[in-house]
């Protein structure tokens, strides 16, 4: 069974840093895809950053040059380093993993909050 945990979440300055963590267990996980997306209140959930099994990465237009993702295959972790945050950057951010490790299916973490202050 495949499970994604998130921490790293909480209240930050404009300007300041967070770093996330997903901790992933299942079968797979280290051939799969890892990424990070976000929902904001009345929004739609969007994509933010996601990692492939062997390194490449690809990150929507809004955080590139601020954030950064990377993944511990041994430990089947993954990360988001977030800096020069924004007040348009507060979500809920959410962990997914999703490829032939899972059998092409989605799975999401609980998400946790990120909030920026201006």
């Known amino acids: 069974q495949v499970q994604l945990v998130e921490s790293g979440g909480g209240l930050v300055q404009a300007g300041g840093s967070l770093r996330l963590s997903c901790a992933a267990t299942g079968a797979g996980i280290s051939i799969n895809q890892l990424g990070w997306y976000r929902q904001a209140p009345g929004m739609q959930r969007e994509l933010v950053a996601t990692?492939?099994?062997?390194?490449?990465?690809n990150y929507a237009d809004s955080v590139k040059g601020r954030f950064t993702i990377s993944r511990d295959n041994a430990k089947n972790t993954v990360f988001l380093q977030m800096n020069s945050l924004k007040p348009e950057d507060t979500a809920v951010y959410y962990c997914n993993t999703w490829g032939l490790g899972t059998g092409f299916q989605h799975y999401w973490g609980q998400g946790t909050q990120v909030t920026v202050s201006s």
């Open positions: 990692i492939t099994g062997t390194g490449s990465s």
